[in-house]
């Protein structure tokens, strides 16, 4: 195939890891990119990634992104995904320190910081706020809320340290309640010092990953209605890093001015051969 070797980048926003590649020429049709997402973030076999990112032209923003789940499903956003691809635009000069992006969840703001590895984002407004259902899951019943904090995310309060994140988030994500888009499941641990736990199952990756950014921010938000936590609201994700969500609590017309932010972190750079997709 004649794009081949082709260049990428493996990133990290708070071990959710991606495959992101410069595709302002394009070089792959929109009908192939799906089984190219999976084909490449397969473990083991690939590079092996969450998810891939296809960077392009934008008419009315710095850029541009497609952004594909290793099973080649499209997600609308990606928090720790937004951080990754701002810095690499900005390390490919392809946007400023402060950029704008088109996302199918809308027009993302973006800030790489002084710190350089860390990013900051302003996300979409939050919306189909579903507080209190209660879902039967293995035997329990769960109270569960749900918001869309650009993709749909279900959260429950409860002891993240013991429960079986994979089997009890599959089934939640199939629940009929959720259907037919389904969604992501956070179980979430109020800590002592005022931090949140937060164990995130990602559909499109049908798994636990180890961060989720919109999965933090639908946490933190939930947290902030329940009067759980005050705003800017500190994370730990599942693979111990940290990520700082902070919002507005507006009287009467709901949450507004929502910042993601915390580390994106550039692991290696190099060329695929044709026989990555193998």
């Known amino acids: 195939m004649s794009m081949f070797p082709l260049a990428f980048a493996k990133m990290s926003g708070a071990g959710n890891d991606f495959v992101i590649i410069d595709h302002r020429r394009p070089l792959l049709a929109p009908a192939e990119q799906p089984d190219f997402a999976r084909r490449i973030c397969r473990r083991k076999f690939s590079v092996g990634a969450d998810g891939l990112i296809l960077i392009e032209d934008s008419y009315v923003a710095d850029f541009k992104w497609r952004f594909y789940n290793a099973d080649g499903s499209v997600a609308e956003m990606c928090g720790n995904g937004a951080r990754c691809a701002a810095r690499f635009a900005y390390r490919s000069g392809i946007a400023g320190k402060t950029m704008h992006f088109e996302t199918i969840a809308g027009v993302i703001e973006a800030e790489v910081l002084d710190e350089d590895e860390t990013v900051s984002v302003l996300m979409t407004d939050p919306v189909d706020h579903q507080p209190d259902r209660t879902i039967d899951v293995d035997g329990r019943s769960l109270t569960v809320d749900s918001i869309n904090t650009g993709v749909p995310h279900a959260v429950i309060f409860i002891d993240v340290e013991t429960i079986p994140v994979k089997e009890w988030g599959r089934e939640i994500r199939f629940h009929r309640v959720f259907q037919p888009a ?75 001015n929502v910042r993601l932010q915390g580390p994106a972190r550039l692991i290696y750079e190099g060329l695929l051969t044709v026989e990555s997709l193998l």
């Open 182 to 256: 389904g969604t992501n499941v956070n179980f979430v641990r109020l800590l002592p010092d005022g931090r949140l736990h937060v164990r995130t199952y990602e559909r499109g990756v049908e798994d636990e990953t180890m961060a989720c950014g919109t999965g933090a921010v639908a946490s933190a938000i939930i947290a902030g209605l329940r009067r759980k936590v005050q705003p800017p609201v500190q994370v730990v994700t599942s693979g111990g890093e940290r990520l700082t969500v902070a919002f507005d609590q507006m009287e009467g017309r709901g949450i507004g």
